[in-house]
């Protein structure tokens, strides 16, 4: 189960930034992971907690939002969502998938941090994601 | 200074970053890297002897690092054939990452050896999201997993620049239905090659060993639909931006973007070109 390793690398990453930016904590987390990216979800949620714990993004919510597996055709214009298991090849032409359009995303989409960075907004520009 | 930033980072970038070096690095030393994948019992240690044995007689310097979570029985069978061998063990991890390839290749395989061959720990589903420099990819599965074996693992089977079928003197026996199997890779990475091998019969033995050299030229190299994202790579800032109503600071996503270490390796490069340029 490699998700454990794939949580870590997210984990690894986001206290890289942390310490760059002067963060102390992670409310939320949220990862873009394709159809293909042979990746399971719910088996990430489980080890991301576990690979939160003692770093600075302890108890931090993890939202994944999966991104569906699309191609598009060599031969004519065709463009399919491949499911699962995927078929890259055209259903109207019957061609071989030039390329994927999605479907391999495995990415830190973006993190809230629990407290602002250490540099403070300008007063004449007050910070728009102020809560 | 928000409370938001968005990343886009890919997840294993540091691993990819790694592949990248450690690909230019072998490129250097003029070494041929070839990734072996498959599940637990698929034959690939008996194939592999038998290519180290043939490699050895025809003069071809040919290495080999075998993975596993325990044991060190496979690199002793392997070495039989001569060729130099070492175990990886990965203390129970599912599959191989660069970092740990890469400590076993700082002084080895010896100077003038022209292939390695690295058998990764047998499993379809974990080593197919790790890029670790290779030139050649290669999936195996043998007559006797089922034909569905491509459709059940399409990440493994769809990154695959080659396939190998082993133990295909049991096709009979078990009823293999190879159209079926034919049909099912082509389902999710048409264009692939296809092998036909049992090492007890001595069937198509030394044929993984001429794609291997062959992949010293990069343009003989399948690209594989699915490891090829094309339009997607450099416009998703765009559409991830227009998601948001406030704010962002944007950090860290110029540093890996045109490199071809965006997402996970292999899978993630633009388009074959981009795919052959890393190799060269």
Known sequence: MHETSIALAVVDQIEQRARQDGRTSVRAVTLRVGELAGVVPDALEFCFAQACTGTVAHGARLSVEAVEARACCSACSGRWSVGMPPDLCCPVCGEAAAHLLSGRELEIAAVEWGEPAATAPSPEEPDPCAV | MCRMSDLHQAVLAKNDTGAARLRADLDGRGLLLVNLLSSP???KTALLEAELTLARERGIPVAALSADLATENDAARLARSGAPVKQALTDGLCHLETHMLARHLDQW???????????????????????LGETLRVTLASVTEGEDKPLKYPVAFGLAQLVVVTKYDLADAVDFEEETFLANVRQVNPGVEILRTSARARTGIGELLDRALAAADPATVHSPVMACDGER???????????HGHDHEHVGEHDYVHDHVHGSGLADMPDSEALQATRR
Do not use: I, K, Q, W
């Not at chain 2, 061959?117 to 589903?125: A, M, P, T, Y």
């Not at chain 2, 790579?233 to 998601?243: C, I, V, Y």
């Open chain 2, 109 to 131: 395989p010896p100077a003038g050896t022209r292939v390695l061959f690295v058998e990764n720990v047998g499993n379809l589903v974990c080593p197919a999201a790790y890029d």
């Open chain 2, 233 to 243: 790579h450099g416009h998703h800032h765009h559409e991830h931006d227009d998601e």
């Open chain 2, 41 to 43: 019992g698929s034959g």
